[in-house]
């Protein structure tokens, strides 16, 4: 008899629960086994009560089931055998959530313990990773030992991302390399071409929708957040506390508007580059690029390595201004060729007549690509190809391209740019999680078993890879 080939998602975020419910009893139904890993106790029990034909399995309780006394020799072997740095996967944690290190490390022992067991006992021929939560990074650390195809996902669908920026997390990269070779015919131009139009037309932002602060949707949604917390169980050690949630959201009102007073307005004419700022808790910075996650230090950088006739333009993400740190939105409204503006000012129309982004690694480089604008990063990022973008590796390279891209000579070929498009609209899956411009899930039976069809495309693919 044909052995059932088994998937495994990993899941911290209650967020996830309902859609990862459905399509696994969708897949289920297709003759696979499904496997749970939670460390949220509210996402074991809905997936025991929605999705019995599902294996969920709760993280903590299964590590404390090991009976394992704490031990700091036994974490720091666990740690070295799967290469999991603590300084690096606790920053965020540590520096934005104020957790202890030590609670940190009680937390890690039983789960990552369990994991060390479940790996070797277990055969997963498929590891979809939903969420970027410690729990998260253990499972990826420890499955990266085993034969397990892994794929990584965030919110907007079933994607092979690269959110860890680690060399070696996956084989096949985000963009699938036969697109990029594939010699483009009118029809494939057409479908590159439509997308740019369309995306410069609409002026869409990338991310959700912008978050307001008081509202009857806030107070609702805070009650549902400390209900889920106190239910959660062990998961809290990687969300905020309900007291500190509630510490930030009332700051970020104040915040809010105190920071008006830095704002000034935008001037299409003058001549500058825009430099976008990162959500401060943002994995880019948080868990990959933390050399930059004092971006008041990083703009100060760019700052003083751009022409002597040119400004810096930013702005805080739209999606929840006033949550940037006092200190860093201080140091940098009192740097003189620097220019705040309003965060709700539309992206687009700073890219379009700016001399060019510079960027840590935002997906702004990515819109302003579209653009025909010269793009320098900082880091590495998902639309590198070519010379589509340069990247900075010093101040020195920094100053030079920037000048290049002030005097109009930082040029890429629109064809590169065609090629990248058309691979990066064919790479991905038609299905998503939402409906169409909602935060609302889709739970129609029609996406769901599209959902599952994109599951299957990239397991397909892997294989035939």
Not at 88 to 107: N, P, V
Not at 161 to 184: A, G, Q, T, V
Not at 367 to 381: H, R
Not at 420 to 441: I, M
Request: glycine share 4%; proline share 3%; hydrophobic share 35%.
């Amino acid at each position: 008899m044909k052995r059932k080939k088994t998937i495994l998602f990993g899941i911290t975020n209650n967020f996830f629960k309902e859609p990862l419910s459905l399509i696994s009893n969708e897949l289920i139904s297709r003759g696979y086994n499904v496997i749970i890993l939670t460390s949220s106790r509210k996402v074991n029990n809905y997936f025991l009560l929605k999705s019995p034909d599902v294996r969920s399995i709760y993280l903590p309780q299964a590590g404390r089931s090991l009976g394992l006394k704490y031990s700091d020799t036994a974490l720091d072997k666990l740690f070295k055998k799967y290469n999991f740095d603590q300084e690096q996967f606790f920053f965020r944690e540590t520096k934005i959530i104020g957790r202890k290190k030590k609670c940190l490390r009680h937390y890690c022992f039983p789960i990552l313990s369990y994991l060390d067991r479940f790996f070797e006992e277990e055969k997963i021929d498929y590891f979809v990773n939903c969420g970027e939560g410690l729990s998260n990074i253990m499972m990826w650390r420890v499955s990266k030992k085993t034969d397990a195809e892994y794929f990584h996902t965030t919110w907007v669908g079933y994607i092979d991302n690269m959110h860890y920026w680690d060399s070696d997390l996956n084989r096949i990269s985000w963009i699938k390399p036969e697109f990029l070779k594939k010699k483009m015919t009118k029809a494939d131009l057409k479908i590159a071409e439509d997308f740019l139009s369309g995306s410069k037309k609409a002026k869409k932002v990338q991310g959700f929708e912008p978050r307001k602060v008081f509202t009857y949707y806030f107070f609702k949604k805070y009650l549902m957040y400390l209900y889920n917390y106190i239910s959660t169980g062990p998961a809290r050690m990687e969300t905020y506390s309900p007291p500190t949630l509630a510490n930030l959201w009332i700051s970020r009102f104040f915040k809010r508007l105190y920071y008006r007073s830095y704002y000034k307005d935008f001037d299409k004419n003058e001549k500058y580059f825009y430099f976008p700022l990162h959500l401060y808790y943002d994995a880019i910075i948080a868990l990959t690029n933390q050399k930059f996650y004092r971006q008041d230090d990083a703009i100060k950088m760019v700052a003083e390595n751009i022409p002597k006739d040119h400004i810096i333009i930013t702005k805080e993400h739209p999606v929840l201004d006033g949550t940037m740190p006092f200190d860093m939105m201080s140091v940098i409204s009192k740097l003189d060729n620097v220019k705040i503006v309003n965060p709700h000012t539309n992206s687009h129309e700073l890219i379009k007549n700016s001399s060019g982004v510079i960027t840590i690694a935002s997906s702004v480089g990515w819109e302003a690509m579209q653009y025909g604008k010269p793009v320098i990063t900082l880091s590495d990022t998902f639309f590198d190809y070519k010379n589509l973008t340069r990247k900075a590796n010093s101040e020195a390279e920094l100053k030079k391209l920037a000048k290049q891209a002030a005097e109009g000579k930082l040029k890429f070929n629109r064809q590169d740019l065609l090629q990248y498009t058309y691979s990066f609209v064919k790479s991905h899956q038609p299905n998503d999680y939402f409906a169409e411009d909602s935060l609302s899930f889709d739970r129609s039976a029609k996406n769901i078993r599209g959902l599952a069809d994109a599951i299957e495309a990239e397991i397909k693919y892997r294989e035939g890879n």
